[in-house]
């Protein structure tokens, strides 16, 4: 799960899932909901409660409710167990058989909602946010992990930023290919890059290169060839390439698919995170790890989000 310190987590739950949040919700908090729609399903929800009362049913403050079928997603709430004035949002970004990541965002006033990594809509309060203690998640849905993340730990903002190409603790949304961000005062030991996006259609190739700005060296280069099935790890330094690595126990990409890669620069070595697991360490050839505050992503890939922590 792309999350560090969260409050609370709810690891592979059982759906119907209802959890209880200590504490309730408080503002500028985000609740992170990984999962899939598997093949052939209709419609999932997740709902915001006043406790888990069956009978009389427990209000819901909000109720997010894709229905895949129609293309549409269903916001509402219920209060005395009579439903309010539904708001309906004509965009479906979820698919069949492919991994999402929900980003809920809760402020004083409304609820925002961004699905990998792009805004999405927004939710005025009906109820009021104090008496929100509980999360349910029901229907056709497979979820891996709920996180409740406090606003030192969130991942990244779902209302979006304004384009920036200076690369800082915000999340940068930059659909453009080539990226290439700024990595302010260079690389250091313990700083992680966060890099969302998804590969294209019939996508062959892509890279992520992290480098000096200037010159032609190229500290990591990450290179998924998804026709061959191949994940490349190099150096270019003095003008020639190294010794490519590509041992690896699976292939983490698929083309058309969502996904997230984590890069974390320790003393001796990169270390690299596909969608939660571990895959594996790129001893440093840079030893100036200063020198390096550029990161580049290039190839056959839609870029959602970059993040440097």
């Known amino acids: 799960m792309s999350i560090s ?47 888990s009362s069956v009978k009389p049913r427990a209000d819901v403050a909000f109720h997010f409710n894709p229905r895949i079928k129609k293309s549409s ?20 970004p979820f698919r069949l058989e492919v991994d999402f990541e929900l980003i809920i965002l809760i402020l004083q006033d409304q609820f925002k909602v961004a699905v990998n990594g792009a805004h999405l809509l927004e939710y005025k309060h009906r109820v009021e946010l104090e008496r929100v203690d509980t999360i349910s998640i029901s229907g056709k849905v497979k979820v891996q992990a709920v996180g409740i993340l406090s606003p030192s730990s969130s991942p990244t903002s779902p209302a979006g930023s304004p384009p920036n190409k200076d690369t800082d603790e915000s999340a940068i949304i930059d659909q453009s290919i080539p990226f290439r961000g700024q990595l302010v005062n260079g690389l250091t030991v313990g700083r992680s890059i966060i890099i969302k996006g998804e590969t294209n259609q019939n996508a062959e190739s892509f890279c992520v290169n992290l480098r000096p700005a200037t010159g032609s060296d190229i500290a990591l280069h990450l290179n998924p060839r998804l026709k061959k099935r191949v994940f490349v790890r190099n150096s270019f330094l003095s003008d020639c390439w190294g010794h490519e690595e590509i041992a690896l126990a699976s292939f983490p990409f698929t083309a058309g698919q969502y996904f997230e890669m984590i890069i974390r620069c320790d003393a001796q070595h990169f270390r690299v ?12 050839r840079m030893k100036e790890l200063s020198a390096i505050n550029q990161v580049e992503v290039k190839g056959d890939v839609t870029l959602l989000v970059v993040r440097v922590l």
Not at 14 to 42: N, R
């Open 273 to 284: 995170a596909m969608n939660g697991q571990h895959q594996l360490d790129y001893k440093h």
């Open 5 to 51: 310190n969260p409050r609370q987590v709810f690891h592979n739950p059982s759906i119907p899932f209802a959890g209880t949040i200590l504490g309730g919700f408080l503002p500028g908090e985000m609740v992170l909901i990984k999962g899939s729609v598997p093949s052939g399903a209709d419609r999932f929800q997740v709902d915001f409660t006043c406790g």
């Open 73 to 92: 997603i269903v916001c509402n709430t219920l209060t005395k167990e009579c439903w309010g004035r539904e708001q309906i949002h004509y965009e479906m």
